[in-house]
């Protein structure tokens, strides 16, 4: 069956360093795959996306590109900050149904 | 534009008492689901419905009902709640297309006592 996986965590930076969360995939086809971000007492939200192979979806100084010959999707940002502390899920869904989701990233960042 | 709208966001309850959780959204989305967040599981899915008078068991429905009466509303019902089911819950709905996106309640927080 389709499953993501996730580095564990919890990943701990201090402001301005570089943040590589890393995320691979088992899927049939062509899934979707999405980063979301979860903040403290809050639900979640849509990060980035990318739909097929080599895209690279962005937002907010994030990116990650669909890579289907390393199955992955990894997330990066340059120059992380103290706002950025969050939960990082890695998920995919294929023919627009459920979305199946990694265990979760804690990223915490020092000033 | 409310979004997702998720009741109550807090609810202690006793073992085998039931309880409804609310889902509402106003984006006309045709796929709602229900999931489940414990700590180092991540989200798992409990039931999910691609359009009204339609629904289906996901990864861990034992426990929990659902219905989907109208496009807007997609209720979770525990018939006797379990402290296993304590846990924070996240309705989630989106359009049915390749890559659609699914849009987020901000969660309802359950104790099971």
């Known amino acids: 069956g389709n499953s993501v996986t996730q580095m564990e965590g919890p990943v701990t930076l201090s402001e301005e360093a570089f943040l590589t969360i890393n995320c691979t995939y088992t899927?049939?086809?062509?899934?979707?795959l999405f980063w979301y971000v979860q903040y403290p007492g809050e639900g979640l939200q849509l990060l980035l996306k990318a739909t097929k192979a080599d895209d690279k979806g962005s937002n907010k100084g994030f990116e990650a590109t669909y890579r289907k010959e390393t199955t992955s999707f990894h997330l990066e940002k340059g120059s992380v900050q103290v706002s950025d502390s969050a939960v990082y899920f890695c998920?995919?869904?294929?023919?627009?149904?459920?979305?199946?989701f990694g265990k979760g990233t804690t990223l915490s960042v020092s000033s | 534009n409310a979004g997702v709208t998720q009741t109550p966001k807090f609810q202690v309850l006793k073992t085998g008492q039931s309880m409804t959780l609310q889902c509402a959204q106003d984006m006309n989305h045709e796929y709602m689901s229900w999931y489940r967040q414990d700590p180092g599981m991540g989200l798992r899915l409990i039931h999910y419905?691609?359009?009204?008078?339609?629904?289906d068991q996901g990864e861990v429905p034992n426990g929990y009902n659902v219905s989907r009466s109208t496009t807007e509303d997609f209720p979770l019902r525990l018939l006797s709640a379990a402290p296993s089911q304590t846990s924070v819950y996240f309705c989630a709905s989106s359009f049915t297309g390749q890559g659609q996106p699914q849009h987020f309640g901000d969660g309802t927080r359950l104790s099971i006592l």
């Open positions: 899927a049939t086809g062509y899934p979707s």
């Open positions: 998920a995919l869904n294929q023919a627009g149904t459920a979305l199946i």
């Open positions: 419905s691609v359009g009204a008078g339609i629904t």
